[in-house]
């Protein structure tokens, strides 16, 4: 990868293009699956959204294998999608903005108290 392109962003940009075309190969249900996914694992990048690209990566594999197998969505992701992704970053360790602002300000107010 090239200085630039990590810089600029245009690496993820080329890495996010190949995820859609991909995704455009799946059946429907999961195509919408997918955009589900992407909606509910944005929010827990990190600044530039790097940390996501190997979960977004192992999510497609996952859709893409159980769809080959005539599998439906429901059996592989359950009901739940939000709860699936929400699962899914905790176990990652891909943490929000929220909590990482949290323990930012709980480690500066333990240092001001001297704890």
Same mark, same amino acid.
């Given at each position: 990868?090239?200085? /630039?392109d &990590?810089?600029?962003?245009? *690496?993820?940009?080329? @890495?996010? &293009?190949n995820?859609? !075309? ?6 429907? @249900?999961? +195509?919408?699956? /997918?955009? @589900? ?5 944005w929010? #827990?990048? *990190?600044?530039t959204?790097?940390n996501?690209?190997?979960?977004? *990566? ?11 197998? %005539? +599998?439906s969505? +429901?059996?592989?992701?359950?009901? *739940?999608?939000? %709860?699936?992704? !929400?699962?899914? =970053?905790? @176990?990652?360790? =891909?943490? !929000?903005?929220?909590?990482? /602002?949290?323990?930012?300000? #709980?480690? #500066?107010?333990?240092? &001001?108290?001297?704890?």
């Amino acid at each position: 990868m090239k200085f /630039w392109d &990590k810089i600029t962003g245009r *690496d993820m940009t080329k @890495e996010m &293009k190949n995820f859609e !075309s991909r995704a455009k190969k799946l059946p429907r @249900e999961y +195509q919408t699956a /997918w955009e @589900e996914i992407k909606a509910n694992l944005w929010p #827990n990048s *990190d600044l530039t959204g790097r940390n996501l690209m190997p979960i977004f *990566d192992g999510v497609l594999g996952l859709l893409e294998e159980t769809s080959a197998e %005539g +599998q439906s969505v +429901q059996e592989v992701l359950g009901d *739940d999608i939000k %709860g699936f992704c !929400s699962a899914l =970053a905790g @176990e990652e360790g =891909a943490m !929000s903005f929220r909590d990482k /602002w949290r323990r930012q300000l #709980n480690n #500066n107010i333990a240092k &001001k108290l001297g704890r």
